[in-house]
């Protein structure tokens, strides 16, 4: 596609309830990035996927945290028991090679999660 | 640990003023510097960019920056503001190796513009 494309835009769910958020990055980029963004904060790194390798999960918060990518493409992120503090846009962004020399992040414009 | 540091949280500023929003950073090796703006509504844009070399660095809508690695900064500025610009700025670092291929993301600038 165009750009990279994240599903759903919005999702409000119950304490406690587990959810996917969906990227879909743009097509032939080998690295896929999550970031969480917060109100009134900067972004903060999730995880990181480059190709086949395993994936960079430094900046997860918390157990409840995963992400999988499929087929070097759409990747999935999975809060499971979600908590009000969950509460914020996660971002998803795509860059063509390895390494940030090559190609700049590219965003998607982010599912906001609310949790009630 | 690479960082990010951006001072202000909010700036106000005239339509057709000079507009120069700061950000520093620490960062083990030579860093790889990015500004991104996130107008509302929108996904994150990226402004410019600096790897190496010259560092003044030019950027889309009329936006430069100036890489000081004396002072661990790198500045983001533009002549004249037209109101299409209020939005969030964001300063962010990286590096190469594979600890530097995440971007560390400062807290942003807020960006108001007056008529």
């Known amino acids: 596609g165009a750009g990279v494309s994240q599903s759903p835009s919005n999702k409000v769910t119950e304490k406690g309830k587990d959810v996917e958020l969906r990227c879909d990055p743009i097509s032939g980029h080998t690295a896929l990035y999550w970031y969480r963004q917060s109100l009134g904060q900067g972004l903060e790194f999730l995880i990181y996927f480059q190709g086949n390798s395993a994936p960079d999960k430094s900046g997860l918060p918390s157990d409840r945290f995963s992400a999988e990518r499929t087929g070097g493409s759409v990747s999935t992120l999975t809060i499971q028991r979600t908590q009000q503090e969950d509460s914020a846009v996660y971002l998803c962004?795509?860059?063509?090679?390895?390494?940030?020399?090559?190609?700049?992040?590219?965003f998607g414009n982010g599912t906001r999660l609310t949790v009630t | 640990a690479q960082s990010v540091t951006q001072p202000d949280i909010h700036i106000t500023v005239s339509e057709g003023a000079s507009l120069e929003l700061r950000c520093n950073y620490s960062y083990g090796a030579t860093p790889y510097l990015f500004w991104y703006v996130q107008s509302p509504g929108q996904g994150l844009q990226l402004l410019l960019k600096y790897f190496s070399g010259d560092t003044l660095v030019q950027g889309i809508k009329g936006f430069e920056a100036e890489f000081k690695r004396s002072q661990s900064s790198f500045n983001l500025r533009k002549p004249s503001v037209h109101w299409s610009d209020a939005a969030e700025y964001f300063c962010?670092?990286?590096?190469?190796?594979?600890?530097?291929?995440?971007?560390?993301f400062g807290g942003g600038t807020r960006v108001l513009v007056k008529p």
């Open positions: 962004a795509s860059s063509a090679g390895q390494g940030l020399s090559y190609s700049p992040l590219h």
């Open positions: 962010a670092v990286g590096g190469i190796g594979a600890a530097g291929n995440k971007l560390t």
